[in-house]
């Protein structure tokens, strides 16, 4: 059986990355892998951590890249993918407009699609934008649906999807944070391979991690956020660590309201083994990504959501992430009282993670190998 990957940023590789690796170790599987590099700086660092080589890489990112230039030119090069190498079944991830577009050509030439990470809604299209109509459309293309959770199951039987083509396997970016992390805890070699600027910058302070990146907050939205990390910053038992994101709309306002804080260190985005030991070693999480509030609890890290809604609700559910959106006065008092009350954070830090344990990817893998 030939089983195309197709992929093109950071997060999806990182959450494909375990399932890649189940797919070269099975026997009776030709594993291909398709990058469109829709995020390529980013990209490329996930690719070497977990020596994943690509197949086919599109390189289709160009500075200022519109969505509909970004879906033409995908569906393009993808359509050509297909045609030269006729795969059996193609695998996409979660909600990128490169997830979206591999169904839809996928669609146009019959061949059959797996969506790893279906079922998440917010039920408002613009929110987040476009990635809530990325995965609502991919869903209705494919025919095998791998939710993390029952509550994504249960949006898609909501959407009408067949029961029988929803599998619940956990979401596997738990497995591979997990390997990493356990890397790093073992590993002596591999942590000398961290950037040692972000060695140096963990000291006895308080750390909060930082990240941004989501289209519905730039803008007013990212001032008032960087607003709230000032005073946050002004704290003496705190320190705030922001891996920028390289989108000019996010580092615009980063720059010109943090920079020069003294508690406020403003890095370049890091590779994924970076990262993982930045959330390892932080108090609390301030972020907009969805998968780090799936990662965070896992690592018993309180996360504080830079949005209004969500799709992974099972997280409120559980007590390990809360909405603060993009006012000020919400994301400042969320962080005190999570670097104040003890009780508080010791509730958010102890809740069960609900995104799974760590074999996702071998659940994806029995299905797939007794679906053909």
């Known amino acids: 059986m030939k089983i195309l990957s197709i992929f093109g940023t950071r997060p999806e590789a990182i959450k494909m990355a375990p399932v890649i690796k189940a797919l070269e170790n099975e026997a009776g599987i030709e594993s291909l892998i398709c990058v469109t590099a829709q995020h390529r700086d980013m990209l490329d660092q996930v690719l070497e951590l977990f020596n994943i080589k690509p197949d086919y890489d599109l390189d289709i990112m160009t500075p200022n890249q519109n969505l509909i230039d970004l879906t033409t030119v995908c569906l393009k090069r993808l359509n050509e993918v297909l045609s030269d190498c006729i795969p059996d079944r193609v695998l996409v991830h979660g909600d990128t407009t490169t997830s979206f577009v591999a169904a839809l050509a996928c669609y146009y030439s019959k061949i059959p699609v797996a969506h790893i990470e279906a079922g998440l809604r917010t039920n408002n299209i613009y929110s987040p934008w476009p990635e809530e109509m990325n995965r609502r459309l991919t869903d209705t293309i494919c025919d095998l649906h791998f939710a993390p959770t029952q509550k994504a199951k249960n949006n898609l039987l909501q959407n009408g999807i067949p029961e029988t083509s929803i599998h619940i396997t956990g979401n596997t970016v738990i497995d591979a944070l997990l390997d990493i992390s356990n890397r790093i805890e073992k590993k002596k070699d591999l942590v000398q391979s961290i950037n ?97 509030q799936e990662e965070a609890p896992a690592l018993g890290k309180p996360v504080l959501v830079l949005r209004d809604v969500t799709e992974r609700t099972e997280g409120l559910d559980a007590g390990t992430i809360k909405l603060v959106g993009a006012d000020k006065n919400n994301i400042t008092d969320e962080a005190f009282k999570l670097l104040d009350d003890k009780l508080t954070y010791k509730t958010m830090s102890n809740a069960h993670n609900p995104y799974g344990d760590g074999q996702a990817s071998s659940r994806i893998m029995e299905k797939l190998i007794s679906e053909h």
Not at 205 to 234: M, P, Q, S, Y
Request: hydrophobic fraction near 40%; charged fraction near 15%; charge should be negative.
């Open 196 to 292: 040692t600027e972000i060695l140096t910058l963990i000291n006895e302070k308080k750390t909060i991690l930082v990240t941004g990146h989501r289209r519905e907050n730039f803008g007013n939205a990212f001032e008032e956020i960087c607003r709230a990390l000032v005073i946050i910053a002004d704290r003496t038992d705190v320190q705030i660590i922001y891996p920028v994101h390289l989108n000019p709309n996010v580092q615009e306002p980063v720059t010109r309201i943090l920079s020069g804080h003294t508690n406020i260190h403003l890095v370049q985005p890091q590779n994924y083994l970076n990262f993982v030991y930045l959330m390892i070693h932080s108090f609390f999480i301030i972020t907009d990504s969805g998968g780090i």
